[in-house]
Structures are given as C-alpha cells and as structure tokens.
C-alpha cells in the first residue's frame, strides 16, 4: 500500500504545479480577453489578430464591428479576432507661444 501511495504523491504534485504555473493563469487571461472583447465600444482604438489598427465606428449584435483604418475606409471585423482595446485618446492640446 505504500508503494502505491508513493508512486501517487509525486503524479499529484505535478499535475498541482502544472495547474498553477500553466493551466490556471491562462484561464484568467482568456476570461480578461473576453471582458475586453465585449465592452469595445464605439471610437475605441482596436488592434486585430492580424495586427491592423483602427477605430470602431459601430458595433454591431452579430459579433461584428466595424473598423476604420484610413479614411474613408472601413473594414468588417469579428470581434474575436481582436487581440488589444486601447482606451479613446483624446488629443493634446497645444500652446500658442
């Protein structure tokens, strides 16, 4: 019986340490990822998988946004396919010397 018991403990422990170094933390940035993707609203900076950079101009209830990228040019974007929301930038105001 301890033999059994033996062979066990050190498959227990790697299988703990796996889910806490590897398996738990990915899981919260997946549910981070999530988050983010369905609170982009309209005029925030996103960045696509792809590694275009636009504003969202509508969104839309079919997971589907859509982006500008120029002007003038907009582009149809799942929203899965988003890898980063930046916040709106708002514009520095400049001095008049």
Not at 1 to 24: E, G, H
Not at 25 to 41: A, E, F, L, S, Y
Not at 54 to 72: F, H, P
Not at 82 to 95: C, F
Request: charged residues 25%; positive net charge.
């Amino acid at each position: 019986m301890t033999d059994f018991a033996s062979s066990i403990v050190p498959l227990v422990l790697v299988f703990a340490i796996m889910y806490f170094l590897l398996i738990r933390p990915q899981q919260q940035r997946m549910k981070q990822h999530r988050q983010m993707v369905d609170n982009v609203k309209r005029g925030d900076t996103v960045v696509t998988a792809g590694g275009i950079v636009g504003k969202v101009t509508k969104v839309r209830d079919d997971g589907e946004l859509m982006v500008e990228i120029a002007d003038n040019v907009q582009v149809r974007v799942m929203k899965s396919t988003l890898s980063e929301v930046r916040a709106k930038t708002v514009p520095a105001e400049t001095k008049a010397d």
